[in-house]
């Protein structure tokens, strides 16, 4: 599947928009991120156009009219009701689709459609005066300065959505059917990305206690995620291959998850470990779609938010509060840098609780 940018009157192909898509995929993004940033890409075109604005030389004041509308316009109604309040994208949203299109015409510029000045006057110098965790700012701090962008909102950093282990076991016994069961309950126990999850192949699940005989010297039972172009879609975000180990439980769950998938004949011929058993067209791959309506009927079967992302986040987090390693922590989730694991340290309600309360305790006993 690939995307383009169409006009939205004369559903005319914009050349522009297309190609900016094209690199994408050809820089190995996912079909998903595609269709994001094609989104983002349209959503500019057309209050351009709306607007009387060329696209490939807007002023700084017309980006910056263009970032306010996209919180000020209320968003179209999803299905075919009318909500009872209207709908609005947040301040981080929005700079989420200005980033876009500042990328947009930087790519814009390489190909010699936008001009050089436009691109130039999208960033200014910045002194990085507190640095980032993990930054380098070089041994005599000559990389504190770096461009940053000249239009944004400034919005707070909410932190990761994660749960707790307790919440995590209450979505797994709000799921009734084997398949999905499995699903939730492996990406909690690896921590893999939902588009790693979906583009497994029963040929990557080496659920053996000695999987030899499948010419991999990997001990215990373990899978395999590997990047590869799927029909459904799904696709690992890191090129690189890496083996996680599972639990002896995830491997009955796949078990019994099998037993229920020998039922669908039209699942038989299937390499893809997930596929639709229960809406047609059966047999096929899962689908982003697919494992989001399962989230979808889980977070109103439990009363809270659970998203697939939150399941990796929570797998991550508990590895961390547990006290493994950070090295072994990163290559089971297949992050690159050691500093993408500064968002699962943090405190809980119950830590800070605790810590309060310890120190009340610590100054009533001084007292006595």
């Given amino acids: 599947m690939s995307?383009?940018?169409?006009?939205?009157?004369?559903?005319?192909?914009?050349?522009?928009?297309?190609?900016?898509?094209?690199?994408l995929r050809s820089r190995g993004l996912s079909v998903n991120t595609e269709r994001t940033y094609g989104g983002r890409v349209a959503l500019y075109l057309s209050h351009c156009a709306a607007n009387g604005v060329g696209w490939a030389n807007p002023t700084l004041n017309q980006l910056a009219r263009f970032l306010h509308w996209l919180v000020?316009?209320?968003l179209p109604p999803r299905g075919r009701k009318?909500?009872?309040?209207?709908?609005?994208?947040?301040?981080?949203?929005?700079?989420?689709?200005?980033?876009?299109?500042?990328?947009?015409?930087?790519?814009?510029?390489?190909?010699?459609?936008?001009?050089?000045?436009?691109?130039?006057?999208?960033?200014?110098?910045?002194?990085?005066?507190?640095?980032?965790?993990?930054?380098?700012?070089?041994?005599?701090?000559?990389?504190?300065?770096?461009?940053?962008?000249?239009?944004?909102?400034k919005v707070e950093d909410e932190g990761i959505e994660w749960?707790?282990?307790?919440?995590?076991?209450?979505?797994?016994?709000?799921?009734?059917?084997h398949r999905d069961r499995f699903l939730v309950s492996l990406l909690w126990v690896t921590g893999v990305r939902i588009g790693e999850a979906l583009g497994l192949r029963r040929e990557d699940m080496h659920f053996l206690s000695?999987?030899?005989?499948?010419?991999c010297n990997v001990e215990g039972p373990h899978l395999h995620v590997r990047r590869r172009l799927n029909t459904n879609g799904a696709?690992?975000?890191?090129?690189?291959?890496?083996?996680?180990?599972?639990?002896?439980?995830l491997v009955e769950l796949y078990t019994e998850y099998l037993h229920e998938r020998v039922a669908v004949r039209e699942a038989a011929e299937s390499?893809?470990?997930?596929?639709?058993?229960?809406?047609?067209?059966?047999?096929?791959?899962?689908?982003?779609?697919?494992?989001?309506?399962?989230?979808?009927?889980?977070?109103?079967r439990v009363g809270f938010t659970v998203r697939p992302h939150m399941m990796r986040?929570?797998?991550?987090?508990?590895?961390?509060?547990?006290?493994?390693?950070?090295?072994?922590?990163?290559?089971?989730?297949g992050h690159q840098s050691p500093s993408s694991l500064d968002v699962y340290v943090h405190a809980s309600d119950t830590d800070k609780r605790a810590a309060v309360e310890r120190v009340a305790a610590a100054r009533e006993t001084a007292h006595e």
């Fill in 210 to 215: 000695n999987s030899r005989s499948l010419g």
């Fill in 313 to 333: 986040h929570s797998a991550a987090t508990a590895w961390i509060r547990e006290g493994q390693p950070r090295d072994v922590v990163q290559d089971l989730l």
């Fill in 72 to 74: 000020d316009e209320p």
């Fill in 3 to 23: 995307w383009v940018v169409v006009d939205a009157v004369t559903y005319d192909l914009h050349a522009e928009g297309t190609a900016f898509l094209f690199q």
């Fill in 235 to 249: 696709l690992a975000k890191s090129p690189r291959s890496r083996s996680i180990p599972v639990t002896e439980g």
């Fill in 82 to 153: 009318t909500p009872l309040e209207p709908r609005f994208r947040s301040k981080a949203t929005a700079n989420a689709v200005l980033t876009t299109v500042c990328e947009f015409l930087r790519f814009g510029a390489r190909c010699g459609w936008v001009r050089d000045e436009v691109v130039s006057r999208l960033s200014s110098e910045k002194y990085l005066s507190h640095l980032p965790a993990g930054y380098d700012a070089g041994e005599d701090g000559q990389f504190r300065t770096v461009r940053a962008r000249e239009i944004k909102f």
């Fill in 271 to 300: 390499d893809m470990v997930f596929v639709n058993l229960f809406r047609g067209p059966l047999g096929r791959p899962m689908t982003y779609a697919g494992a989001k309506d399962l989230f979808d009927r889980l977070l109103k």
């Fill in 163 to 177: 749960l707790t282990p307790d919440q995590v076991e209450e979505v797994i016994g709000a799921t009734t059917r």
